[in-house]
């Protein structure tokens, strides 16, 4: 996967006060180069509770294909990428919801919990180009994968 079509991969999870901080990180974690930094943010929620955000803007090229080969590994990719047209925005975001349940054992799905928004390159920035972007970059992370 010689170029990246993406300036950046953000990548954020809630952590509430029944769940684990370091098993909510190694969730997210999932989806990170290794020793990569995570942000910590405490707030707290309408109740009073305690709520830790934690998130990581992935920016270089080589971690931005690391996020990507790792999205590969979805079971149902195939579906993500046929659904590109709803998934990238106006503004060239990409976005995509990651079970965090399964991140933590190590596993890739959709699901609740993590929230991937991606700025996907294009130029002219209007989203059909992106769209088609980001199909060749995921297509591309699959392949890789797969050999």
């Avoid at 079509?5 to 029944?18: E, G, I, S």
């Avoid at 998934?87 to 933590?104: G, P, S, T, W, Y």
């Avoid at 199909?135 to 392949?143: G, I």
């Amino acid at each position: 996967m010689p170029s990246v079509p993406f300036h950046y991969v953000d990548l954020r999870t809630f952590c509430y006060a029944t769940e684990d901080e370091k098993r909510v990180e190694q969730a997210l974690r999932q989806f990170l180069p290794e020793e990569y930094e995570i942000e910590r943010e405490v707030n707290r929620g309408h109740h009073g509770d305690r709520i830790v955000v934690f998130s990581a803007r992935v920016d270089n090229a080589d971690d931005v294909r690391y996020v990507l080969r790792q999205l590969s590994d979805l079971s149902d990719i195939e579906n993500v990428i046929g659904e590109l047209d709803e998934r990238v925005d106006e503004n060239c975001a990409f976005f995509l919801r990651l079970d965090k349940q399964d991140a933590f054992k190590g596993e890739v799905e959709r699901g609740p919990g993590i929230t991937l928004r991606a700025k996907v390159e294009a130029y002219p920035a209007k989203q059909p180009a992106a769209v088609e972007n980001a199909r060749e970059a995921l297509e591309s992370a699959r392949e890789h994968t797969e050999a």
